[in-house]
């Protein structure tokens, strides 16, 4: 048998060799991104739901003078928010001064701190409104967290 022009054949692995070696790398890369480590949301989540708290009761006319129940049940309308999600991901809490209004999640604001040595409690944000009602002026203090995560590391 004569082996005269069979260089060429040997010549095409290492071009085979390179994309093989270039495909497992990207491969592998796509699988690391997709089950690596959690996205953690919860500051954004807790600013956005800040934020929306705070435009809902400079815009409506929430009345605060209202039972626990009564304003709870106004606030959720007239501030547009699911109940459902907010009780499961989210942590409320707003005071009239030194009054507790709506408290929503167990627990208190101590759960906000301990969010700096564990990532299973929630990361809070803190905002305060002074509102003009009428010739009052009321000082609306808030909380808000989130201890929702995108999704759970595959162990």
């Known amino acids: 048998m004569r082996k005269k022009a069979q260089g060429g054949d040997m010549m095409m692995i290492i071009t085979f060799t390179f994309i093989v070696v270039v495909m497992g790398t990207l491969l592998a890369i796509g699988v690391g991104m997709f ?4 996205y953690d949301f919860r500051e954004v989540d807790a600013n956005i739901l800040l934020y929306k ?11 605060f003078s209202l039972s626990e129940k009564e304003f709870e ?13 907010t009780e499961k991901n989210f942590l409320v809490f707003i005071s009239l001064g030194e009054d507790d209004k709506l408290k929503y999640k167990t627990g208190d604001e101590k759960l906000c701190a301990l969010s700096e040595r564990n990532e299973d409690f929630p ?9 003009n009602v009428g010739e009052e002026q009321l000082t609306i203090n808030l909380i808000t ?11």
Not at 35 to 38: C, D, L, Q, V, Y
Not at 73 to 85: D, G, I
């Open 73 to 85: 049940k106004e606030f959720f309308e007239k501030c547009e928010l699911n109940k459902n999600s």
């Open 53 to 63: 708290i705070e435009k809902c009761i400079a815009n409506e006319n929430i009345d």
């Open 145 to 155: 967290g989130s201890d929702q995560k995108t999704r759970k590391k595959l162990t």
């Open 123 to 131: 990361l809070c944000k803190t905002g305060k409104i002074v509102k």
């Open 35 to 38: 089950f690596g480590s959690e």
